[in-house]
């Protein structure tokens, strides 16, 4: 059973950091590319960031510079830190592990709320 638990979230201020996490279980790791996606209330889920199995990574315009994917093969886990954080940042956050259309798993999302 594919299990992808995310961990992190909370209420912020503008400026601030946060570090999410997602722990992966019954997959073999290694050979995922993961990613965090979110969603903003009323608006559709987008991607935000994106590292492969061999550990390229990718980010939408709007994090570049402010986050940083990374992921541990040794403990199954990847992680999103967020820096110079943004009201427009607030969003429930999704963790994704891909490797086919057919082999495409979700973590049951963390809230981030960015707000003074």
């Known amino acids: 059973q594919v299990q992808l638990v995310e961990s992190g979230g909370g209420l912020v201020q503008p400026g601030g950091s946060l570090r999410l996490s997602c722990a992966a279980s019954?997959?073999?790791?290694?050979?995922?590319?993961m990613a965090w996606y979110r969603q903003a209330p009323g608006k559709q889920r987008e991607l935000v960031a994106t590292?492969?199995?061999?550990?390229?990574?990718n980010y939408q315009d709007s994090v570049k510079g402010r986050f940083t994917i990374y992921r541990d093969n040794a403990k199954n886990m990847a992680s999103l830190q967020m820096t110079t954080l943004k009201p427009e940042d607030t969003a429930v956050y999704y963790c994704?592990?891909?490797?086919?259309?057919?082999?495409?798993?979700w973590g049951q999302g963390t809230q981030v709320t960015v707000s003074s």
């Open positions: 994704n592990a891909f490797r086919r259309t057919w082999e495409s798993y």
């Open positions: 019954g997959i073999i790791f290694s050979t995922y590319t």
């Open positions: 590292i492969t199995s061999g550990g390229t990574t």
